[in-house]
């Protein structure tokens, strides 16, 4: 299957999950050798792999890498592995709920396996793989289902990254992106940088160039401007947790955006995996939302650009209401949120 974004986000390979180090890109595209769920669990927590999809994929990997790991001490000892496995892995990101589903889906298939040992490990490792191509059929399909949404020669605009790189492979707004492009819909894009982490500019403006995809680099402040202009036709971002009611936590920035294009009657779209959705948050206040370190407020890499003894607050995302998001965009079908239809007849 090929995976459009001409690398690898995550790989199986050796024994060990292959995960590209996305804190060093653009300028190093290098891989780092996760061989325990906690060697996972730490390349979630410090970003070298981000994106609700990926997260989750990664986390399965973990969980396999725990039951290979704990294969010759028994089947209840492997069992009791895999609980410990899943709790480390819990604690690596709070928002994204593709993790738990990931991790969830992992234990089940465990606890009702008829196998033990290295039978069973092999079994994870399968079904991490089988989730891994289920996500790059899934973000095709996402991309495909945006397209149908797009006139020809749309000029987008995204926030973040929500592409191959947070994905198995494609992307979800990316994959919109991407789909768009192929069938001559999508003219450039503009993307946002993304402060504080630089998600876009480092990330996004990297991938879609590498696939050849014409793309405008603009500061985070920029956008409502750039509306003003007419220079944007279209809204496309992805989301880490859509609770029941359609309220989506994505990036911060991601809400403000979403203001901005009501008010310049910009079309918001939302692309996200039905695993991204959680039926038991009812609505974006039960959304737990992260809060990052204050130095990458404080500092851009090494550099110091405020002062060391400046309050930071850095939360890593924000909540969109359902009723500013023109429709959101999943493997199943388009669900137009702002017009109050429910996504429930999607999770039927």
């Not at 191959?164 to 001559?184: K, N, Q």
């Not at 090494?302 to 429709?327: K, R, S």
Request: net charge negative; proline share 4%; aromatic share 6%.
């Amino acid at each position: 299957m090929k995976i459009e974004g001409n690398f690898n986000t995550l790989e199986f390979r050796g024994g060990a999950l292959w995960i590209i180090d996305q804190r060093r890109l653009p300028v190093e595209e290098s891989y780092i050798e996760c061989r325990s769920e906690g060697e996972v669990a730490e390349a979630i927590r410090n970003m070298a792999v981000r994106g609700a999809p990926a997260i989750g994929i990664a986390a399965a990997y973990g969980m396999a890498l725990a039951a290979a790991r704990s294969a010759h001490l028994g089947s209840e000892a492997q069992i009791t592995a895999l609980d410990e496995a899943a709790a480390i892995l819990s604690e690596s990101r709070p928002t994204a709920v593709n993790l738990f589903w990931a991790i969830r889906r992992m234990r089940e298939a465990a606890k009702t396996s008829e196998s033990a040992g290295e039978e069973l490990a092999a079994e994870l490792l399968e079904l991490a793989y089988e989730m891994r191509c289920d996500d790059i059929a899934t973000c095709r399909m996402i991309g495909d289902h945006g397209a149908a949404l797009l006139s020809p020669e749309t000029s987008l605009l995204t926030h973040c990254n929500a592409g191959a790189l947070a994905t198995a492979g494609y992307g979800t707004a990316a994959g919109v992106i991407r789909s768009g492009f192929r069938e001559g819909k999508v003219s450039q894009v503009f993307v946002d940088e993304t402060r504080p982490f630089l998600q876009g500019a480092r990330l996004t403006a990297w991938e879609l160039g590498r696939d050849g995809i014409p793309v405008v680099l603009i500061t985070d402040n920029m956008a409502a401007y750039c509306m003003s202009l007419g220079k944007i036709d279209a809204v496309v971002v992805g989301a880490d947790r859509v609770a029941a009611n359609g309220d989506l936590a994505n990036k911060v920035g991601t809400y403000g955006l979403a203001v901005l294009a009501r008010e310049h009657t910009i079309p918001f779209y939302v692309a996200a995996p039905m695993s991204t959705i959680d039926m038991d948050t009812p609505n974006g206040d039960g959304i737990p939302i992260e809060e990052r370190p204050p130095e990458e407020v404080r500092r851009i890499g090494d550099t110091v650009i405020a002062p060391e003894e400046v309050e930071v607050f850095n939360p890593a995302f924000d909540v969109t209401p359902a009723n500013l998001v023109d429709a959101l965009i999943t493997e199943r079908g388009v669900v137009r949120l702002a017009k109050g239809e429910s996504i429930g007849s999607l999770c039927s």
